[in-house]
């Protein structure tokens, strides 16, 4: 749990009266949980996703540092295919090519490599975009353009694919996939496109139910050449493994700590080459946590955001977009998004990093 300064004392600490004692300490909790949280609103969303109930999943940014107004969002409806935004929220592009669960990205020698998550094929799909004239590719693309025209390739994974997340490891491009109610995990050279090494999800635990603890949500850290892995269910753990050798690293935090429910989507906000946070969607409580991202990977503080529920993917860029997003923007998802279907919302950085949370129940 986190820390707290504020101690209460009440006729609700006698001895002699212990149902109100209990009562009091699960309000104690409960506003806890109201006074340690930083409630930020949203500046911009997403034109909500084709297919109805759950179904909008999993972000991917694409910072255009030529002109940083046309970087793009790739969107997933884990039911029907990939969206492509502007990052005003507008649909630009969409493409039906199954049920892609999540994507991820890197730009390397003037291409984008996007890998998804295709549930339909059970592939790793692999896709590689030249980045000159990338954003009037889409816009005047407006249906699948995600075509045989570009280059790609789809992977056999051998396994019920479900979640992927994409980095650069000693200038390598690496991917991670993990498996539907399973506890393996795959790392993918995709250059070689093949599979370099495999590790258990649950190896560090023991008496666990396996069932509903799959892992999703992931992020390479490129820089410091760590891999966070978000695992559902009743643990609900958050762990960080060694990029290089696959190795634990630690549980960087549990529902036993700062997460309610399950985490779900990952990212990394970068202020350095190596410092900046961790971001976990905590889903349960529908609230957002940050961690220090080099080791001991520190909680450091949760926020919300007003109109935001049961998030799961999420994506977060540092750079700055000048008059717009001076700090970067996070896009998220949002889990229920009524009276319409699911969608991405937009937020600026610099709301989440300027709100400090305070010992007295308020934000500045």
């Known amino acids: 749990m986190m820390n707290m300064d504020i101690q209460c ?39 909500p996703v084709i297919t109805k109930g759950d179904s909008a999943d999993d972000p991917a940014i694409w910072f255009n540092s030529e002109d940083p107004r046309k970087s ?6 884990k039911n029907s295919g990939i969206y492509v935004y ?19 990205l890197r730009e390397k020698d003037g291409t984008v490599h996007i890998v998804t998550s295709n549930r339909s094929a059970s592939t790793l799909d692999y896709w590689l975009f030249p980045t000159d004239g990338l954003f009037n590719y889409f816009k005047n693309k407006p249906l699948n353009s995600f075509s045989e025209d570009i ?5 056999k994974a051998g396994m019920d694919i479900y979640g992927i ?14 498996e539907e109610e399973g506890k393996t995990i795959q790392y993918w050279d995709l250059k ?34 760590h891999i966070i892995i978000s695992r559902e ?65 520190d909680y450091v503080k949760s926020f919300t955001i007003n109109g935001v529920t049961d998030t799961d993917g999420i994506d977060v860029t540092s750079m700055s977009i000048d008059g717009l997003y ?9 889990g229920y998004n009524s009276p319409d279907n699911q969608n991405f919302k937009i937020v600026d950085m610099e709301q989440v990093l300027k709100k400090k949370v305070t010992n007295h129940g308020s934000t500045n």
């Open 233 to 297: 269910g009743m643990r609900g753990i958050l762990n960080a493994y060694d990029a290089n050798t696959l190795e634990f690293i630690k549980v960087i935090d549990s529902r036993s700590g700062n997460i309610g429910g399950d985490p779900e989507g990952v990212t990394v906000y970068k202020t350095t080459d190596k410092e900046g946070f961790i971001i976990v969607s905590s889903q349960g409580d529908s609230k957002f946590n940050l961690y220090n991202r080099q080791f001991p990977f």
């Open 192 to 225: 070689k496109q093949e599979i370099i090494g495999t590790f258990d999800i649950t190896a560090e635990e023991t008496n666990v139910p396996l069932f509903g603890n799959e892992a999703e949500g992931c992020v390479i850290d490129d820089e410091n050449e």
């Open 165 to 178: 997340c994409m980095g650069l490891v000693g200038g390598n491009l690496r991917a991670i996939l993990t």
């Open 86 to 104: 502007d990052i005003e929220g507008n649909a630009l592009s969409y493409s039906n090519l199954g049920r892609i669960n999540n994507i991820d």
């Open 72 to 77: 793009l969002i790739f969107g997933t409806d």
């Open 9 to 47: 004392h009440s006729v609700l600490d006698t001895p002699s009266n212990n149902i109100l004692k209990k009562a009091g300490f699960l309000l104690a909790l409960f506003f806890s949980a109201i006074v340690y949280t930083a409630e930020i609103d949203y500046s911009a969303e997403t034109d």
């Open 326 to 334: 001076t700090h970067g923007f996070l896009v998220v998802q949002d």
């Open 151 to 155: 280059r790609h390739v789809q992977l």
